[in-house]
């Protein structure tokens, strides 16, 4: 099978899944929209996402588009049932949608392939490139053995190109690689703030040829502008300490005519073994902001700086 290249930008999509507030179909659709019109070809969803909805979404916008211009990735592990009981309750998730439906961790072999073949019906496609083993490690069982057999299988099939691991956790993405993952999507472990994957899941690229997409790469929203008071850092109000590094991140970035953003961005993607970005966005202008810093070329003195005052330390 021919090697899948991967735009170095993608955009995630836990907004078109309502995360944190209620969008219409109408603002996921212009979105997208701004995002394919701006040059972005790399999505990536979840059944997680909004209960379904975020796949939904995204499938009726990439159905109109030409297959083989576009990399999509979704995830497995997670499976949807229905709860009516729900109707009247909102996801305890975070997503801004009606509890219809309830999340079934299933981490078996046969569970990974019905979880993408249900995928591929909230989808409406044919086919996704990419299949994440999604957070095993929160699961009451968190044995990714029989997942990993399960996706194998399926790359084998060609029902996908790729396979892989996402997750917070960093031992989780390397338990990933070791067990046949040929690429980890890393979320906020690869960034200004954590390195958590620079040894033992770099390693573990290096060794199996693995890559990694960076997700997360603003930690929750603090490194997505200038910081100030209530902060989001990793799901939760940043602490003073943490507000006071990233401010002291953001002057030398500025010292060096870049913005904290676009170095948040750029850090990971100087890394060889990182192919690829995931970044969400809020509204169009954040979709095509975020696309433009991503290709900004960052001076590699900045990254000499940020180690040398022990803020952020040089890749190895």
Request: overall charge positive; glycine content about 10%.
């Given at each position: 099978?021919?090697?899948?290249?991967?735009?170095?930008?993608?955009?995630?999509?836990?907004?078109?899944?309502?995360?944190?507030?209620?969008?219409?179909?109408?603002?996921?659709?212009?979105?997208?929209?701004?995002?394919?019109?701006?040059?972005?070809?790399?999505?990536?969803?979840?059944?997680?996402?909004?209960?379904?909805?975020?796949?939904?979404?995204?499938?009726?916008?990439?159905?109109?588009?030409?297959?083989?211009?576009?990399?999509?990735s979704t995830k497995v592990g997670r499976?949807?049932?229905?709860?009516?009981?729900?109707?009247?309750?909102?996801?305890?998730?975070?997503?801004?949608?009606?509890?219809?439906?309830?999340?079934?961790?299933?981490?078996?072999?046969?569970?990974?392939?019905?979880?993408?073949?249900?995928?591929?019906?909230?989808?409406?496609?044919?086919?996704?490139?990419?299949?994440?083993?999604?957070?095993?490690?929160?699961?009451?069982?968190?044995?990714?053995?029989?997942?990993?057999?399960?996706?194998?299988?399926?790359?084998?099939?060609?029902?996908?190109?790729?396979?892989?691991?996402?997750?917070?956790?960093?031992s989780t993405l390397e338990d990933g690689?070791?067990?046949?993952?040929?690429?980890?999507?890393?979320?906020?472990?690869?960034?200004?703030?954590?390195?958590?994957?620079?040894?033992?899941?770099?390693?573990?690229?290096?060794?199996?040829?693995?890559?990694?997409?960076?997700?997360?790469?603003?930690?929750?929203?603090?490194?997505?502008?200038?910081?100030?008071?209530?902060?989001?850092?990793?799901?939760?109000?940043?602490?003073?300490?943490?507000?006071?590094?990233?401010?002291?991140?953001?002057?030398?970035?500025?010292?060096?005519?870049?913005?904290?953003?676009?170095?948040?961005?750029?850090?990971?993607?100087?890394?060889?073994?990182?192919?690829?970005?995931?970044?969400?966005?809020?509204?169009?202008?954040?979709?095509?902001?975020?696309?433009?810093?991503?290709?900004?070329?960052?001076?590699?003195?900045?990254?000499?700086?940020?180690?040398?005052?022990?803020?952020?330390?040089?890749?190895?």
């Amino acid at each position: 099978m021919k090697r899948l290249s991967i735009p170095r930008f993608g955009l995630g999509g836990a907004a078109l899944g309502n995360l944190y507030r209620a969008r219409s179909s109408a603002e996921a659709q212009a979105l997208l929209e701004a995002a394919w019109a701006a040059g972005v070809r790399h999505f990536d969803t979840a059944p997680h996402y909004g209960l379904g909805l975020s796949e939904q979404r995204l499938g009726a916008f990439l159905a109109t588009k030409p297959r083989h211009e576009f990399v999509l990735s979704t995830k497995v592990g997670r499976r949807l049932r229905p709860d009516p009981s729900g109707a009247g309750r909102g996801d305890p998730e975070g997503f801004v949608v009606p509890a219809t439906m309830r999340r079934v961790w299933d981490l078996t072999s046969g569970g990974v392939r019905r979880s993408l073949e249900e995928s591929l019906q909230r989808l409406g496609l044919d086919r996704v490139d990419i299949a994440y083993l999604h957070d095993p490690e929160r699961a009451p069982e968190p044995r990714i053995g029989a997942a990993m057999a399960g996706l194998a299988a399926l790359r084998t099939e060609g029902v996908v190109a790729r396979i892989g691991v996402g997750s917070m956790t960093p031992s989780t993405l390397e338990d990933g690689i070791r067990r046949g993952a040929d690429i980890v999507m890393a979320a906020n472990c690869y960034t200004l703030l954590d390195q958590g994957v620079r040894h033992g899941v770099l390693a573990a690229c290096r060794e199996t040829g693995a890559r990694m997409v960076a997700a997360g790469v603003f930690h929750g929203g603090i490194l997505s502008s200038r910081p100030g008071d209530n902060c989001v850092f990793d799901y939760r109000t940043a602490s003073r300490e943490i507000t006071t590094r990233v401010r002291r991140i953001g002057a030398v970035c500025a010292a060096h005519g870049v913005d904290l953003p676009t170095a948040a961005m750029a850090y990971p993607l100087s890394d060889p073994l990182v192919d690829a970005v995931m970044v969400g966005a809020d509204d169009p202008q954040q979709a095509r902001q975020n696309l433009t810093r991503s290709a900004v070329p960052v001076p590699v003195a900045l990254w000499y700086e940020l180690d040398a005052k022990g803020l952020v330390p040089l890749l190895s």
